[in-house]
């Protein structure tokens, strides 16, 4: 291969057959499993071309108008528009479209009010909460104090009155609100009312619900938080990477906060993502898909307590449900690999008080998010939540596996994923 000219104009399969194969392979796995996995999504199309174009060349540090480098003159209208589109889906006065991941957004968050040594009150991790609101192992647990509330032992879910209690007692800088594994709606008012009460600032991390929000399928936590942070890649249905709105009053030290603070130069093909994304969620198409999500999850839920399953806090009213196996004499650890060969992918979960270490535990999360987008609907939900039972009362036996495995792949192909695209032949 000629260094030059050849190499920058060659397929990715021409310069690394490995890796483009291996692309191809990950392509497959995803059209013939079923995925639900709560965080995950498919993307349109279009959200893939704004992410794989031109725009990864571009360094733009700094915001519109007032970017360090020359030659910003489109990136920075694309920038513009990504906000404006932001600040209208969610009601916010300011957004701020830079941050890579939700972890960072948070950290941008966190930073623009808090200083090391200051307390957060936050979910507790085993009972819901994310990493980046206060693990031992991440930024938050080393430099700030925390305080955890959780959920009420008998009822499953979100506890105020703790909270408040909690608030009054530690006298927190940050409250957050917002979970990875909570499958009920959350009282944004209630936060809201304990955090005034606490002089703390409310900071409501809504990556998980953020498409659901748009969708009108969850209430909006921007006009009760002082800060709300998101993930574009999960129900929102949009690229790798984050936002932060806030009140016009923290709005240029958010901005100081996140460039220079914690970044450097935005990935301005991730911002063009999410400038498509906010407008494909702001189309009245995506209030159907957001409904369709609670729905094929409630059905999932239904169909499997009917089956004998336990779901945590009886039920869901979001996007996912946790189950509690400890009845069917199986961990989460286990399900998790057992569904995997049977080509259905979730992920284990503690449960709250959960007996079992969390590499381990004792529940699975399912989340609806991914089905729907491919098309699925109360119907399939009701097949996979009896291909689930199937393969776990068998204990994942050879022949259950194989045959559940088969019916996966056959409903999957009935949902086409990227046409068009060129994916390694099927197993
Ligand atoms: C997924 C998630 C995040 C973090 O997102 P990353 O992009 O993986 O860093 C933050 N908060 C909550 C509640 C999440 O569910």
Do not use: W
């Amino acid at each position: 291969m000629e260094f030059f000219e050849d190499l920058m104009e060659a397929a990715l399969d021409e310069v690394d057959p490995e890796i483009s194969g291996l692309v191809a392979e990950e392509l497959e796995r995803q059209r013939v499993h079923i995925e639900l996995i709560a965080s995950e999504n498919f993307v349109p199309r279009a959200i893939m071309e704004a992410q794989g174009s031109i725009l990864t060349n571009k360094y733009a540090e700094g915001y519109p108008r007032k970017k360090y480098y020359g030659g910003c003159k489109y990136v920075e209208r694309i920038e513009e528009i990504a906000i404006e589109r932001a600040k209208k889906l969610f009601g916010s006065d300011h957004a701020n479209v830079q941050p890579h991941a939700g972890t960072t957004a948070n950290q941008a968050a966190y930073f623009t009010v808090m200083k090391p040594g200051d307390t957060m009150l936050a979910m507790k991790l085993d009972q819901g909460g994310h990493l980046s609101h206060g693990h031992p192992l991440n930024f938050t647990g080393m430099i700030y104090k925390i305080a955890s509330y959780g959920v009420n032992r008998d009822t499953e879910m979100i506890d105020y009155d703790e909270i408040a209690r909690l608030a009054r007692e530690c006298a927190p800088k940050v409250i957050v609100a917002g979970a990875s594994a909570y499958p009920r709606k959350i009282d944004f008012a209630r936060f809201r009312q304990i955090a005034d009460e606490a002089g703390a600032v409310l900071i409501t991390d809504m990556a998980h619900i953020a498409g659901l929000v748009a969708g009108g399928a969850h209430e909006n936590p921007t006009p009760h938080s002082d800060f709300v942070t998101s993930t574009t890649q999960k129900t929102l249905r949009g690229p790798r990477g984050a936002f932060v709105l806030c009140r016009g009053k923290y709005a240029s030290d958010l901005d100081r906060t996140v460039f220079p603070g914690v970044q450097g130069g935005p990935i301005m093909q991730a911002i063009a993502a999410k400038a498509a994304c906010f407008k494909i969620a702001s189309a009245p198409a995506f209030r159907d898909y957001a409904n369709q999500v609670v729905k094929n999850a409630s059905a999932l839920a239904k169909e499997l307590q009917e089956l004998g399953y336990r779901l945590v806090s009886g039920g869901t009213d979001n996007h996912m449900m946790l189950i509690d196996l400890r009845s069917k004499k199986v961990t989460g650890k286990d399900a998790e690999r057992i569904l995997e060969e049977a080509g259905i992918t979730a992920n284990k979960n503690s449960i709250p008080f959960d007996p079992e270490k969390p590499t381990v535990t004792s529940g699975l999360r399912l989340g609806a998010a991914a089905v729907t987008s491919r098309g699925m609907k109360e119907g399939e939900m009701r097949e996979i939540a009896r291909a689930i039972d199937e393969v776990i009362s068998a204990s994942g036996d050879v022949e259950a596996t194989n045959r559940v495995r088969s019916r996966m792949a056959e409903m999957s192909a009935s949902y086409p994923l990227y046409r068009g695209m060129r994916g390694a032949r099927a197993r």
